[in-house]
């Protein structure tokens, strides 16, 4: 055994003691399993590992928790109408065209690259589509199919000026950002404004309306308990999966609690939502990609090559990955992502205009995922931040809207958030790195 690692078995927990890797002669860290830690020594356990986390910079999604809290109960103060039923359904449905651009973007930034150009394309994706259903009379949900293969081309056509011609993405994509603007600007004409059909299919789905209509509220509840009963079987799955192959799991009480927990907030919600308009087609569809995304991310072999190429692209290529291809179709995921993005858009004004995609729809988009965790450094993240994200965005957006606080001092507080989030990860890092975990 060496003299940098040895094994410490107490009577409660076991440990491991390494050294940090870029430092030889460093003094040993204490590294413990979780879910051990959890199973030995209970609640206690809870603590103890959280402080640990502390410690180590694992913030995860805290410091965006508490931020939410914080903004909400400052805007409730200022106005009690804040936390109404209608406001929060409002926040739920303008949040989610933001939304999906931010999980295009989850990708990109996972590589540590970044895709200035998803807001021009999701303008260009919504005059695609007007065009096609407009001037050409075509099926609108055939339209949509194309309208989205569109965007992914053009996402796959960055990622490969990028992986194969070693342009940087900040490069290809500001190209991106105005030759893309270009094209819709020619698209639009000297009219420069194209009108959907609000009955046309997609642009009334993603209107303010709801798959249950007249049924709203048993809609709501019925997504609730979809959410807990698909939470209580991955959580069940993954613990027979991890017991099966003999390695720590997390205990059944801790599952319960969980989801518990779980089912209070989405039945909370529902209740809230069900006293407004229920839950919009909009953000269920975002909801569910959220979910697929994330299981693609976390469960996949794809997902871990995505996360092995942020973390050391020489450290993957030597695994076996094709770095190239990883990186292309990440292009390719935000540009289709961004085009979906575009079409909500285009659901909440039935038309395709000269200022879709422009103004502050990029920024907004990178600064969801940003501050909802996924580090701008690449390999850390999650999909799940473009909604915590685009919560703390949209519930300035509009509490400063009740407020009638100008345009300006919305720009001023959204930029210090992402400073602010930008700070917490570099320093969560230097942390990390410090305790032997960068």
Do not use: C
């Not at 259903?133 to 056509?157: C, D, E, Q, R």
């Not at 319960?256 to 953000?283: D, E, H, K, W």
Request: glycine share 12%.
């Amino acid at each position: 055994m060496s003299d940098t690692s040895k094994t410490v078995k107490a009577d409660k927990v076991d440990t491991s003691t390494v050294a940090p890797a870029d430092d030889p002669t460093a003094a040993g860290v204490t590294v413990v399993d979780p879910r051990l830690l959890v199973r030995e020594e209970g609640f206690k356990g809870y603590i103890t590992e959280f402080k640990r986390k502390v410690k180590g910079g694992e913030l995860g999604s805290l410091p965006v928790v508490v931020g939410l809290i914080v903004i909400w109960t400052i805007f409730q103060l200022k106005n009690d109408r804040f936390l109404s039923a209608g406001n929060l359904s409002d926040i739920g449905y303008y949040m989610s065209a933001y939304g999906m651009l931010a999980i295009g973007l989850v990708f990109v930034l996972l590589l540590g690259e970044i895709d200035l150009s998803v807001g021009s394309v999701s303008g260009l994706a919504s005059t695609i589509f007007a065009v096609f259903v407009v001037n050409h009379s075509m099926n609108p949900w055939l339209s949509l199919v194309l309208t989205i293969i569109t965007g992914a081309l053009i996402g796959a056509l960055h990622g490969w000026f990028f992986a194969k011609i070693g342009v940087p993405a900040f490069v290809v994509t500001l190209a991106g950002l105005l030759g893309w603007n270009g094209l819709m600007l020619w698209l639009l004409g000297s009219s420069g404004t194209i009108n959907i059909p609000s009955d046309s299919g997609p642009v009334h789905l993603l209107a303010q309306n709801s798959f249950f209509m007249d049924q709203a509220i048993i809609g709501a509840y019925l997504l609730a308990g979809l959410g807990v009963v698909l939470s209580l079987v991955g959580n069940f799955g993954e613990q027979r999966r991890r017991r099966a192959a003999g390695v720590p799991f997390k205990p059944t009480a801790e599952i319960l609690l969980r989801v518990a927990l779980l089912a209070i907030a989405s039945f909370a919600a529902a209740a809230v939502l069900n006293n407004a308009q229920g839950v919009t087609n909009a953000l269920v569809i975002f909801l569910a990609a959220l979910v697929v995304i994330d299981f693609v991310l976390r469960r996949t072999t794809y997902g871990r090559k995505v996360f092995a190429v942020g973390g050391g692209i020489e450290a993957a290529r030597r695994a076996g990955i094709n770095v190239p291809m990883v990186r292309i179709t990440v292009f390719a995921i935000s540009g289709g992502f961004a085009a979906i993005g575009g079409m909500f858009f285009a659901g909440q004004t039935a038309s395709a205009t000269l200022s879709a995609g422009t103004g502050d729809v990029l920024m907004l988009a990178i600064a969801a995922a940003v501050i909802g965790g996924t580090s701008l450094f690449g390999g850390r993240g999650s999909v799940w931040s473009a909604l915590l994200g685009m919560l703390v965005i949209q519930s300035i957006k509009t509490g400063l809207n009740l407020l009638n606080m100008n345009t300006s001092i919305q720009y001023m507080i959204t930029g210090g958030v992402l400073l602010g989030a930008v700070v917490i990860d570099s320093v969560s890092r230097r942390s990390q790195k410090a305790s032997g975990r960068g």
